[in-house]
């Protein structure tokens, strides 16, 4: 089934342009593009929407009080926002506000997609500019926090902890084994590790590696 998303970005040129680079994915489906947080919750209104790719600078309201409106409205609407900015005071914001994804304009559409799909399916979602400004913070340690991943994501790093391969986790969730490897790229950017064995020892330091094992 397709996502049934709405576009909301001030810049006409930009969500036009965008648009176009959408129109060809066969699991999206497009409901709208708005140019205004009025014009979006309007829209909302009238129209079943799954999701909304969000700017978080709007001509007359903030993209942090409109997620926040959003949600309210329709707890059932994820949100994913996408913006030139990302300063970790916008990103904490907005994921505070309620957005379950955040991509940086710089990021590619491929990105974009990404986000919404992983959204969807109950994940968070950062792209690796966004992610890379979260990271270097918590934990005695310096580790990144396992809250930047979705339930799907700490999942998938469990089995591969586990020593299970891209095609095992794919048989054992139901999901194709290019989805897996989406994953485990989104995780290793959000972690900021690079090897399996990295992704390994993060995972058994968080408990993770044991439940998943028999």
């Not at 999701?51 to 409205?73: C, F, H, N, T």
Request: glycine share 10%.
């Amino acid at each position: 089934m397709a996502i049934r998303f709405l576009l909301a970005d001030d810049h006409r040129m930009f969500r036009e342009t965008l648009c176009h680079m959408l129109e060809g994915v066969p699991d999206l489906e497009l409901l709208g593009q708005v140019g205004s947080g009025k014009e979006l919750l309007d829209v909302l209104a009238r129209v079943k929407a799954d999701l909304v790719v969000l700017d978080v600078g709007l001509p007359d309201m903030s993209g942090i009080e409109l997620a926040r409106k959003v949600r309210s409205a329709h707890p059932l609407v994820f949100i994913v926002a996408l913006s030139g900015y990302t300063d970790r005071l916008f990103v904490d914001e907005m994921l505070k506000a309620g957005a379950k994804g955040y991509v940086a304009k710089s990021a590619g559409a491929d990105d974009l997609v990404r986000a919404m799909r992983a959204v969807i399916e109950g994940n968070v979602f950062l792209s690796p500019e966004v992610a890379a400004v979260l990271m270097p913070d918590v934990g005695e340690n310096g580790e990144a926090p396992l809250s930047l991943l979705g339930k799907r994501e700490r999942e998938i790093l469990g089995l591969l902890a586990s020593g299970k391969t891209s095609p095992d986790i794919a048989l054992l969730l139901g999901i194709s084994v290019g989805t897996v490897q989406v994953h485990r790229r989104n995780i290793k950017a959000k972690l900021g590790l690079r090897s399996v064995a990295d992704l390994t020892r993060y995972a058994i330091r968080q408990g993770l590696a044991h439940s998943q094992q028999g």
